[in-house]
Nanobody, 130 residues
């Protein structure tokens, strides 16, 4: 059974930092693209960062413009865990953050309509106060 379990959300002041974790099980960690979406109240779910199997070793990720330069995605294959380090948080970053996984990074970069990752976590709330 595929499972993705997020943790690390919480309440933080603007300008602060949080690190989200996503522990995955039930599939070959290094063979999947894994990343993060967020659901901001009143807006569509947004893909914000992902790291494909080929990029895990290179420690590079793909980022939405809204978080580029502030968020960093990384992975630890020994722990089957993907992290999202979020710095300089803003009130507009408030939302539910979901970890997701798919065999193709396109599920993140072309997200929308029928294009979506196959596997999702339950989400973790991030609240940034002004």
């Amino acid at each position: 059974e595929v499972q993705l379990v997020e943790s690390g959300g919480g309440l933080v002041q603007a300008g602060g930092s949080l690190r989200l974790s996503c522990v995955v099980s039930g599939f070959a960690f290094d063979d999947f693209a894994i990343g993060w979406f967020r659901q901001v109240p009143g807006k569509a779910r947004e893909a914000i960062a992902c790291i494909s199997s080929s990029e895990k070793e290179a420690k590079r990720g793909l980022y939405a413009d809204s978080v580029k330069g502030r968020f960093t995605i990384s992975s630890d294959s020994a722990k089957n865990t993907v992290y999202l380090q979020m710095n300089n948080l803003k009130p507009e970053d408030t939302g539910v953050y979901y970890c997701a996984a798919d065999a193709w990074s396109r599920a993140f970069t072309a997200y929308g309509g029928d294009v979506r990752p196959d596997h999702w976590g339950q989400g973790t709330q991030v609240t940034v106060s002004s």
